[in-house]
């Protein structure tokens, strides 16, 4: 096969000598799950949960707008779309997604892992404080900690689960919704208002390492993207920090009741 | 100056390994490890018994060959600096100093402080190679290279392939190694035609023995010649350029 780069020289020809066997690629092992696969996929889930944790903060900071008017969004949430959609349409799909979401980022990331240790064999490397190794480290535990943290919360504000949930937990109806009263009555039990906060620490820590990791998995370049990506995950999970966690804060300190 | 070494010693593959301590005493502060090695070496001999097997070639910081991690930090104390250049200095008089192979999992230790690095080989072998014939030598101003990019690519083209961000990298991963390989082919008009069956089989060679990166970036903090990390970005960025484009 010929290739003919501008060069006016003679045509270029590909001239691969054999090699000996270990050394062919065919030989090898190809992984059906490649490790850059997986990075991408958790790449991309990643971002498609960081997106919808920026929709979540805009809603949830309607909670300072007023019980009214952050019920009314709730109960909107809801119905968005009817009469062409049915009832929950919207709200269906994001949660298909997002679970799906949340399924492949943690299989890729256990897959990773395993992988990871394995490659490392028996001696440890001893971390030298290395560009973000402490948010590598940790990214395992904040992830799992995050997954406990949604499944608590689902129990909590969404089913309603007891004793997760606070004992005057209202379901939704079809004509209004009580996410603001929920809310308080959840908040105003000092150790749920701790879970939220100490879990939006760990979140932001999460996203912030993660929104970084990003650029490099799908492939981005250089120094000063990198300062510039390492700024937008920080300020990403800055936002998501103080804005949720100011809500428990607020409710524990009356400002919201 | 006196040090108090302790070194792994292990007789072969199939030997579980231990560390042995030994005093060395006379030492000049500008003596590299290796010439250390060298002194301690002479000492056993003379006493009878089995010098301490390590790799080293070039001593002048441009092979590769030497690799040994001193106090759990690939090469030495000294950033960026391969063991061979490492100087005594470092380490104040009466220290104690442990010294053992570069490890990790990929690079399974054949005697004392001699490691098998043929993983990194065989990625090379992969694609790490120009492999056309170029015909008859083009004109000079035919294909033009600025000469920024030419530094950007020797950047890339310094990696010497000692193992050392392997070692460092808390999932084993050679991928700072393979990005600074793949990387300074790509930036070249001629190695470039070859870029995405290069990065299909190098990143493929690479997956086999090695891990994951998690952008720990401990590698960059133990390189010898300072290659940055956007040889990560890189990487990734042709293995997924590969998916999108015709392979030759």
Redesign the interface.
Known sequence: MSVTPDTGATPVTLNKPELPPQFRVSARRQKRLPNWGLKAVMAITGVIGALFLAMHLFGNLKVYTGAEHFNKYAYWLRHVGEPLLPANAVVWVLRVVLAGCIVLHIVSAAILWVRGRKARGKFSAKRRGGLRSFEATLMPLTGICIALFVVFHIADLTLGVQPLASETFQEPTDTAAFAYQNLIASFSRPWSAAIYIVMMVLLSIHVSHGLYTVVSDLGALGKRLRAVLITIGGATAVFILLGNASIPIAVLIGVLS | MKLTLQIWRQAGDTDSGHYETFEVDQLDAGMSILEMLDRLNEQLLHEGKEAIAYDSECRESICGTCGINVN??PHGPQPHVTSCMQRLRSFHDGATVRI?PL?????PVKKDLVTDRGGLD?II???GTV?????????SD??SVGHDQVERALDFAACIGCGACV???????AVLFTGAKITHLTML??PA??RNERAT?M???M????????????????CPQNV???A??????????SLFHPR?
């Open positions: 759990g930090r053992e490890r990790a999992g990929a690079f065989r072998a992969a694609g492999s056309l014939m170029a015909g008859t030598a083009p004109d035919a294909i070692s460092a990298c808390p999932n084993g991963a008009p001629i035609i070859e089989y990143v493929a060679a997956e086999d023995e090695f891990g994951p990166c998690s952008l720990y970036g401990e590698c960059v903090l133990v940055p990390l956007s990560i970005g890189s990487l990734n960025k042709e293995r997924l350029r030759i």
